[in-house]
């Protein structure tokens, strides 16, 4: 990992366009983003499109990346598909610089309103006791790719499991090291959603000089938000010998989970 970063942001603002910087791009083509800073930008621009009075919370992303979104200027059109005082829907369609659709995104928003519910008596499922991001061990991220990837975006450590490209699932705290959106603080949600797409490749389970293992959606499900800088992941990944598979896990803070992320795979020979 590179100890300077020269992006002000993942994302640059240019009127009516957004134009991913070079940390942005993925470890399949120099010339893709990695699903990462997509499926954030998306999620960031869902929550905060034209929430009157209302305090909205994010509670599901789901994204389709239907080719890859390129590095170059994205524009990103959002609507509302089902109007609501309570419960909205939201659509977002991301085209690149020729007009081409290369990701859809639905985003589930509910209004945060005060019930009198003591959050303490709630019963929560038991949880693997991960030690702290201070007692984790720094990770540095190995990229052999030939080009800067997302990964160089965060601190790293390792909570429990095995190190990058070593097979089977790891559990990883990660920090991020830039915004989300150049000129704008680090929201709570682009810790979530920049670290929600690693699954595959925090939790692999087959080969990287065998196999890619590229995953065409993203599902994020959240019942609150990150308190603090560090989100761990605990991915691990399902393949099968007819191509395809899934991979996922929880999202953690040190106070407990977040919510869940799941990638639908294809499994392809190289």
């Known amino acids: 990992m590179t100890s300077e970063l020269d992006e002000a942001g993942i994302f640059e603002p240019d009127g009516e366009r957004w134009v991913p910087t070079a940390i942005a791009t993925g470890p399949w083509d120099p010339k893709a983003l990695h699903g990462g800073p997509s499926a954030a930008l998306v999620g960031r621009l869902l929550l905060e499109h034209d929430p009157g ?3 909205w919370f994010l509670a599901r992303l789901t994204v389709e990346l239907i080719r890859p979104v390129p590095t170059a200027p994205l524009r990103v059109e959002v609507e509302v598909r089902r109007p609501g005082r309570r419960v909205q829907l939201l659509d977002a369609v ?3 610089p020729d007009g081409t659709e290369v990701l859809w995104a639905r985003g589930l928003r509910l209004a945060q309103q005060g019930n009198g519910l003591d959050e303490a008596t709630v019963a929560l499922p038991e949880l693997p006791s991960y030690p702290t991001p201070a007692d984790s061990r720094p990770w540095a991220f190995d990229n052999p790719m030939g080009w800067r990837t997302f990964g160089e975006a965060f601190e790293l ?3 429990a499991g095995t190190p990058f490209r070593e097979l089977g699932p790891s559990a990883v705290w990660s920090r991020l ?5 150049a000129g704008q603080p680090i929201h709570p949600l682009d810790r979530v959603l920049t670290l929600a797409d690693f699954p595959n490749g925090f939790g ?3 080969p ?4 890619a293992y590229i995953n065409p959606d993203l599902t994020v499900s959240l019942h609150r938000l990150p308190e603090d800088d560090w989100v761990l992941l605990d991915a691990a990944m399902h393949a099968r010998s007819l191509g395809h598979g899934t991979a996922g896990g929880p999202l953690v803070d040190e106070r407990g989970v977040l919510g869940t992320t799941v990638q639908s795979l294809l499994i392809s020979p190289r």
């Open 53 to 55: 009075d209302t305090p």
């Open 94 to 96: 991301v085209t690149g």
């Open 157 to 159: 450590r390792l909570a």
């Open 177 to 181: 090291r830039l915004p989300l959106l």
């Open 204 to 206: 692999n389970s087959v």
């Open 208 to 211: 990287f000089d065998r196999f």
